[in-house]
């Protein structure tokens, strides 16, 4: 496992969550420092019966 946060970049729009390599760092101008970072896009599935969600960051958009 390695180390990452969860990204919330969605003001006013939706869009697809994002998982980040690494340790959050604070910007001044634009809350969090995201240059040279990586992003993965989140997918979750959900049991249709137990209703447990389990998160994926694919490298990758499955397919």
């Known amino acids: ?25 604070k910007s001044f101008w634009s809350g969090l420092k995201m240059r040279g970072k990586l992003k ?5 599935y959900r049991c249709v019966r137990c209703h447990l969600l389990v ?5 990758e958009p499955p397919k």
């Open 1 to 25: 496992m390695s180390p990452g946060y969860l990204l919330d970049h969605s003001h006013g729009y939706f869009a697809q969550g994002a998982w980040v390599a690494g340790v959050p760092e």
């Open 40 to 44: 993965y896009p989140i997918t979750s």
């Open 55 to 59: 998160s994926y960051a694919h490298p």
